[in-house]
């Protein structure tokens, strides 16, 4: 076997070069005869010629045996091959694209509703207990402060997520046995921090408060009935 | 018998999907930068052209092509049913553009002449033996020839591009990169023939 070097030098190339030029025909009688002896008598060359016509034969058999097998293949099967290579995946990736675009929007559509409803709900319902009726000044002043602070802000939609959690934690206070500062103030902060979540889209917690306010307090009072009336609504 | 059967057409169908899936690179690059057509629409053309690929080795139709008298590669022969689906869909579409139809022929394709190969091939000091086995070998390293060789070789000795054509498409225009890389990939090819071939005849004669 010839010791196939690695470094290409500029001969190799030209000899490349005019064993293409040999094979392609474009040598004169004269250059040809001249190419042939020196094949014979170079073996470097000769091997180097007999690779490239064995490149070119070869190809041409395997050129010949793809057509042998285009031959062979139905229809189907070339369908499905050229889908295969151009991205048939294409074609059904636009579907589920087209698909999953639909059900987005229908899904976005639905949630801008759902949001535009419930909170709606919550500013429709918030001015049903005016602070200043609640609030009259005759408990603690702090309290009477921070409450009168956090019923404006569930009005006005102020400062949501910090109202609702501050009455969360109060509304837990006013419900406890024990009397506190926040036990008469209980349903009106149950009922705000409804409000609140309605108005910040937390329908699942507002719904969870109305629940249990529907427990707490009978329908026939006032609170009861309104409990009932916008728990009906948000159903 | 039925599973060799299912071998054969397994094998036949790999084939077609290679080649299926090496002119899909080649097809889409070309269409997108000579006419600008889009990914949709060169995988249209593609899908398209490959039926009529099919149909026309089918009914035999391919040797009598239709640039010349002369036999195309397969690779060649796909292009040009791409270029013309694609203008008929221009044309079609009335959408005219700069490209030059002389510029789109074969010009620079190379043909290697059989008669010549033949000459060389018998210079072979081992040409007489087992040619079949030979021809086979050389059929199977082309059939798993790494990139770039598998562009360059193919390119060169298959479709007869011409080292400028290969230059343009893969080297950026570098005519003496693609000398230098097709004559290792040459070489490489020689290493792996010769190799095999010494395995081949180990076998032979060893049963012998």
Redesign the interface.
Known sequence: ??K?D?I?QEK??LN??R??R????RMNADEESAF?EE??NNADL??????????????????E?????????D?Q???R???????SK?SSTRWIAIAASIVFIVFVGFKSYDYYDTTSLGREYANTFPTSTIIRGEANADVDTELTMLFNNVAEGKDLDNTTSRLNTLWELSKQETYNDYTDYAPYIGWNLAIGYLRNYEKTNAKAVLEEMKEMYLSGTIIGDQVLLLEKQLR | MIVSLHKHKDEKERRLAKFAKEQWQNVRKFLIRRYSLSEEDCADVFNESLMILWQNLKENKVDVDCMGTEEKSNSNYFMTICRNKTMERLRNNKRYTKFNPKQDKDEDTIQFMPDKIDTILALDEDYNNYQEEKDSLVRTIINNLPSPCNELLWGYYGNGNSIRELAEDYYKGSESAVKVTKHRCTNKFRERFNIEYQKLLKKYNGKN
Not at chain 1, 48 to 61: E, F, P, S, T, Y
Not at chain 1, 65 to 73: G, H, I, P, V
Not at chain 1, 81 to 87: L, R, V, Y
Request: glycine share 6%; aromatic share 4%.
């Open positions: 076997m010839a196939i690695n290409i190799d190339l490349d070069e064993i293409s040999y094979m392609q025909g042939i094949l014979k000769r091997n180097q010629a007999i690779a490239q016509a064995r490149l070119v034969k070869g190809m041409k058999q395997v050129n045996e793809l057509r042998e097998a285009f031959r062979e293949a229809e099967t070339i369908r091959i050229a889908k295969e290579a151009s991205g294409k």
